[in-house]
T-cell receptor, first 115, second 111 residues
Framework: DTEVTQTPKHLVMGMTNKKSLKCEQHMGHRAMYWYKQKAKKPPELMFVYSYEKLSINESVPSRFSPECPNSSLLNLHLHALQPEDSALYLC??????????????FGPGTRLTVL | SQQGEEDPQALSIQEGENATMNCSYKTSINNLQWYRQNSGRGLVHLILIRSNEREKHSGRLRVTLDTSKKSSSLLITASRAADTASYFCATAYTGRRALTFGSGTRLQVQP
């Protein structure tokens, strides 16, 4: 299984809502990532988990809260978001043996709209 | 920002032609990778070239790396309509435990 899955595919939420994005991989990868991507822009790294521990937080606002319950799952909890947070949120994983700079496998993304 | 730059930003060619995209980066790297992204979807890894390699091939793809000029190029030969996508280079900078993506090239292949 060489797939990274993400749910939901689309999410519309108000600024007062709390929601979660989910990501799953069964490739035995030990590094997992969250990226944010705006239209016609490259992905921007948000968080890196390595061996289930948060290893990089790219100064992301606290309204985004990552969680890695186990080596296969990665969540991104959302609370009190702003309309400018509307974007495609991508999850990725990699073997993790090369300091998170080896090949990354991406999920299809969650298209988030904040009203 | 350490983000790499890619050029051209957009490229439109006819099926069967070759497409060349260039990536420049700023500091020393461990490796450089190329990814493809179809509209609004996840990225797909194409090829990885290490800092001690100069050229790599994979099917219709050819990647070169010139560390003295801090640049890389991706050549797609005999392009197909299905190659229409955005292409990103991603650099693994020495000392940074994550990839940094370039600005991307949007390729349109006309059938």
């Amino acid at each position: 299984d060489t797939e990274v899955t993400q749910t939901p595919k689309h999410l519309v939420m108000g600024m007062t809502n709390k929601k979660s994005l989910k990501c799953e991989q069964h490739m035995g990868h030990r590094a997992m990532y969250w990226y944010k991507q705006k239209a016609k822009k490259p992905p921007e790294l948000m968080f890196v988990y390595s061996y289930e521990k948060l290893s990089i937080n790219e100064s992301v606002p606290s309204r985004f809260s990552p969680e890695c319950p186990n080596s296969s799952l990665l969540n991104l909890h959302l609370h009190a978001l702003q309309p400018e947070d509307s974007a495609l949120y991508l999850c990725a994983s990699s073997q993790g043996s090369a300091g998170a700079t080896d090949t990354q496998y991406f999920g299809p993304g969650t298209r988030l709209t904040v009203l | 920002s350490q983000q790499g730059e890619e050029d051209p930003q957009a490229l439109s060619i006819q099926e069967g032609e070759n497409a060349t995209m260039n990536c420049s980066y700023k500091t020393s790297i461990n490796n450089l990778q190329w990814y493809r992204q179809n509209s609004g979807r996840g990225l797909v890894h194409l090829i990885l070239i290490r800092s001690n390699e100069r050229e790599k091939h994979s099917g219709r793809l050819r990647v070169t790396l010139d560390t003295s000029k801090k640049s890389s190029s991706l050549l797609i030969t005999a392009s197909r309509a299905a190659d229409t996508a955005s292409y990103f280079c991603a650099t693994a900078y020495t000392g940074r435990r994550a990839l940094t993506f370039g600005s991307g090239t949007r390729l349109q292949v006309q059938p």
